[in-house]
């Protein structure tokens, strides 16, 4: 077992598997009362990374989101996820980068690296370039007790276009994309939609069940947590599902309390 | 044709098609005697900019290199390219993005958006959720006369894990990617490596030849500019070559010189 997934067993075993997402929507701030600038951003995560501390164990910022404000929306991503990370939460920054050589090895120095100002614990990423091409941000990764999320299955209906398509075994490229994750013996995960059916994407729950499974699309997205042990029926034990938007829209008042429902819905998950 | 179609036309027959990479690389600023830093990623982007204009016509930072300077890194890169913007050259950023619904709407806000901090003139994109997922970064880069080079096919022997799978009619799934762009109507292009077998890789170049298509892996990555004609023949009037390392590595009193001569190279390719 790599240091990422142990880290990640302690955390899951500690606070559960729920991860909150950083999503500071336009839509969202509005709803919150906040300016659609880097401060607002800024306040919306610092307020979610404090109502999470002490009720689950992971988050994950959507830097898309904070891109939209250009370097001020990443000096106020810098901060929370500092603040994310000294609460004791385990980070999973949703970048979903990909490229080759040099630039992707940047990338794992970026997101990957300690005493990066923007070091996280995980990112996400995308192999269209092949898994290979993540070689250099994965051996990074586990050089530092960090972990990688590449894209395997996801929930939008466009998907199918790539992600069903079949290697030369007959296999689907989404399920070769956990095979290579299985590989990597813990550093990485893999990324599969709350709402995918994993049958019509070739996923085997018996082969997902051995990575971590980022699952994002709980909630405001369309998939019921209560869903998810059919949806994963075989692999639930795996999963780290995710919810943003259906917690964020609760308000600033109302987000700890659903956080606490949204973590005590999984605690009822059979396991 | 679309307004970004006509644009670029007017570049490549003004300056020709040469697009010159800003790659702050760690070893690039190590030669040029600059810090590893955000004001050596600065200094380095803006001195290539000033090299660039008036001798070609496109440049393309590549933002993990920027990225690895946290907020430091995006405010360099903020200046680099309004000062790229201001010297009248088209700013592709190479940030190859992907994602789905309103996450990847914010890239389109934060790269395609008049006014945004981060404001450039195209953006490269992955589109393993499916072309169908950058549908709204398409839709915005056509509202603002931008562009969106997808990835097709790319030069790293990895690739072939995806790019060479094949849809229900036979097609490659990197040939189907350049069909989707054709279909955008000059608004996405495609970018496709520079040593890449188009036969292998199952992309006529009758097809390909519909659509711009950037080309990095030029120089110091493998293929030499003078290979291009044989490469790309029967598209090569549709290639915007990238060089990057291979006139960066000219040093900061090089660099000129190094620019000209690759332009000069492209512009005796047989139109």
Redesign the interface.
């Known amino acids: 077992m790599t240091a990422f997934a142990a880290r990640l067993a302690g955390v899951v075993s500690a606070r559960g598997p729920l991860c909150v997402g950083i999503?500071p929507?336009a839509s969202i701030l509005a709803e919150w009362g906040l300016s659609d600038e880097a401060s607002g951003v800024r306040e919306l995560g610092l307020r979610v990374v404090d109502a999470a501390a002490g009720r689950i164990g992971i988050v994950k910022p959507?830097i898309?989101?904070f891109?939209?404000?250009?370097?001020?929306g990443?000096?106020a991503?810098?901060e929370v996820i500092a603040a994310a990370r000294e609460a004791g939460l385990l980070v999973i920054a949703d970048v979903?980068?990909?490229?080759?050589?040099?630039?992707?090895d940047?990338?794992g120095?970026?997101w990957l690296t300690p005493g990066?100002?923007?070091e996280a614990d995980a990112m996400t990423a995308?192999?269209?370039?092949?898994?290979?091409?993540l070689?250099g941000v994965i051996a990074r990764a586990s050089e530092h007790g960090k972990g990688v999320f590449v894209?395997a299955a996801?929930?939008?209906?466009?998907?199918?276009?790539?992600?069903t398509?079949?290697?030369e075994d007959g296999t689907t490229?989404a399920r070769?994309m956990v095979e290579r994750a299985i590989a990597t013996d813990g550093t990485a995960g893999v990324v599969v939609g709350a709402t995918v059916d994993l049958a019509a994407v070739g996923i085997d729950p018996a082969v997902l069940a051995r990575v971590p499974v980022l699952a994002p699309g709980f909630g405001a997205?369309g998939a019921q947590l209560s869903a998810a042990p059919e949806t994963f029926r075989g692999a639930l034990g795996a999963i780290l599902p995710n919810v943003s938007r259906s917690v964020l829209g609760a308000g600033p008042d109302g987000l700890g309390a659903a956080i606490d429902a949204a973590a005590r819905e999984v605690a009822s998950w059979p396991r």
Chains 1, 2 share one sequence.
């Open positions: 999503d929507h959507q898309a989101f891109e939209r404000h250009g370097a001020a990443y000096a991503l810098e979903k980068r990909g490229d080759v050589g040099s630039t992707v940047a990338y120095e970026a990066s100002p923007l995308v192999a269209y370039q092949g898994f290979g091409s070689d894209l996801t929930s939008n209906p466009e998907s199918a276009e790539v992600q398509l079949r290697v490229i070769r997205q």
